[in-house]
């Protein structure tokens, strides 16, 4: 199973930017909320595939929270998430 990586974004041209990068794209929708999830092809050795889930989260802690809740648990039966960041604190942009 792949290794599975939750983003969450403060700025939604920071998800745009990281999807135009993922292969097999599903788009999930929960009312307002977003989510996109696909492969993204890791180069090693092991010529492994990482599966990552990506939101737009809005500014600040407590927008963060309900995307965070969502995507864990949607992946939760699936391919659980193991490891969830938060990406763009700072008003960079973000690039996988």
Do not use: Y
């Amino acid at each position: 199973m792949p290794i599975h990586i939750g983003l969450l974004a403060a700025m939604p041209e920071d998800v745009e930017s990281c999807v135009k990068k993922l292969q097999n794209v599903k788009k999930i929708e929960h009312g307002d909320l977003t989510i996109f999830s696909g492969e993204l092809n890791f180069i090693s050795s092991k010529n492994q595939k990482i599966q990552i889930s990506l939101a737009w989260n809005g500014w600040g802690k407590v927008s963060a929270a309900r995307p965070a809740t969502r995507l864990i648990s949607e992946a939760n039966n699936k391919n659980p998430i193991d490891l969830l960041l938060f990406t763009c604190v700072s008003g960079g942009q973000t690039r996988i």
